[in-house]
């Protein structure tokens, strides 16, 4: 079945930067994007970008353009999402996500469990 | 403020049925397929509904979806106190590049 599991719990002071790690399993790797949501504290789900692991595209939502980097490992089957200058705002979980795509037509489907970023001094 | 607008939190007694309403516009819910997400804050969310109104697997018939111009709605029937959680709707948007957006979420709260 796919399993994505996340890297664990991050504390960062302001300005700092975090990756965080998304290990896929039970599909082929590269044959769907992954995206990154985060749920910042008191706020909804924000969807952040999503990169495809076979090409290396990627799209950022235009509110992390320029803060975020998400890369990916092919040989390990893992994504990474890097956020730098942290602010405290950033506090919150951060959830890589893959589509499932019936018929061509994609929701997100398979989550990740999470991983809870602190931005704290 | 989020693309697609929810309201902020519904409720209703156990048994009873509840509706929550995701507006969008052409770019969004007019030209792409809804999908519906349950979450428990602290967990991972479940996807309930994709497709404007189909069910994965293992989701119960009590939970249904539809579609209508820019609009979507999910309907939950038969509410149980298990169905407290955080409601969300999405879909994808052209208007600039092709990204994924959300609603704000709706709390559902089962009195």
């Known amino acids: 079945q796919v399993q994505l599991v996340q890297s664990g719990a991050e504390v960062r002071k302001p300005g700092a930067s975090v990756k965080v790690s998304c290990k896929a399993s039970?599909?082929?790797?590269?044959?769907?994007?992954i995206n990154w949501v985060r749920q910042a504290t008191g706020q909804g789900l924000e969807w952040m970008g999503w990169?495809?692991?076979?090409?290396?595209?990627?799209v950022y939502a235009q509110k992390f353009q320029g803060r975020v980097t998400m890369t990916r490992n092919t040989s390990i089957t893992t994504a990474y999402m890097e956020l730098r200058s942290l602010k405290s705002d950033d506090t919150g979980v951060y959830h890589c996500a893959r589509p499932v795509c019936p018929h061509g037509v994609c929701s997100l489907g398979s989550w990740g469990q999470g991983t809870l970023v602190t931005v704290s001094s | 403020q989020s693309v697609l607008t929810q309201p902020p939190s519904v409720s209703a007694a156990p048994g009873q049925k509840v509706t929550i309403s995701c507006s969008g516009s052409?770019?969004?819910?007019?030209?792409?397929?809804v999908s519906w997400y349950q979450h428990l804050p602290g967990t991972a969310p479940k996807l309930l509904i994709y497709d404007n109104n189909k069910r994965p697997s293992g989701i119960p018939d009590r939970f249904s979806g539809s579609r209508s111009g820019t609009s979507a709605t999910l309907g939950i029937t038969g509410l149980q106190t298990g169905d407290e959680a955080d409601y969300y709707c999405g879909t994808w948007d052209s208007s600039l590049s092709v990204h994924w957006v959300f609603g704000g979420g709706t709390t559902l709260t089962v009195l």
């Open positions: 052409t770019s969004n819910i007019g030209n792409n397929s």
């Open positions: 039970g599909y082929t790797f590269t044959s769907y994007n």
């Open positions: 990169m495809d692991p076979k090409s290396g595209d990627i």
